[in-house]
């Protein structure tokens, strides 16, 4: 279908996804994390991240880093049989909230706004779960 409305003046449109970020999976994170236990992180970056630059050496280094100080999540993940998991959300993290709940949470809100108290996403996410909790639906849902 040909384009309709004004020509381009500039540029040739929008420019194509480049898909820079990957999620990994629990599995390829506790196989790093076992291999770093018995090599150096040179070693284990060698092995599981060939051919980088130094910029990108050093983000994988922080990046191994990060595992290993989260090692006690992935391990049960694995071992429950959710290796192949890239990322894992806690249960009721991505809970909808009724619409009676919800518009008493945009009034609670919406006043402290008026009162002129600046309003956080921790203040926010406290109340929001006492609520969640008030109208009786599963922890789980």
Avoid at 121 to 140: D, K, N, V
Wanted: aromatic share 8%.
């Amino acid at each position: 279908m040909p384009r309709t409305g004004r020509k381009r003046t500039t540029g040739s449109g929008s420019k194509p996804k480049i898909y820079k970020r990957l999620a990994i999976s629990h599995r390829f994170k506790l196989n790093t994390l076992i291999y770093l236990d018995c090599h150096t992180m040179e070693d284990t970056i060698a092995r599981f991240f060939p051919g980088l630059l130094r910029g990108q050496v050093r983000s994988k280094k922080r990046l191994s880093y990060n595992w290993k100080v989260s090692r006690e999540l992935i391990e049960p993940m694995c071992a429950l049989g959710l290796g192949g998991h890239q990322r894992n959300r806690s249960r009721g993290a991505g809970a909808t909230l009724p619409a009676a709940v919800e518009e008493q949470l945009v009034r609670w809100v919406s006043d402290l706004r008026t009162d002129g108290v600046p309003v956080t996403g921790m203040m926010l996410s406290m109340p929001a779960r006492e609520f969640y909790e008030t109208t009786g639906l599963p922890r789980c849902a």
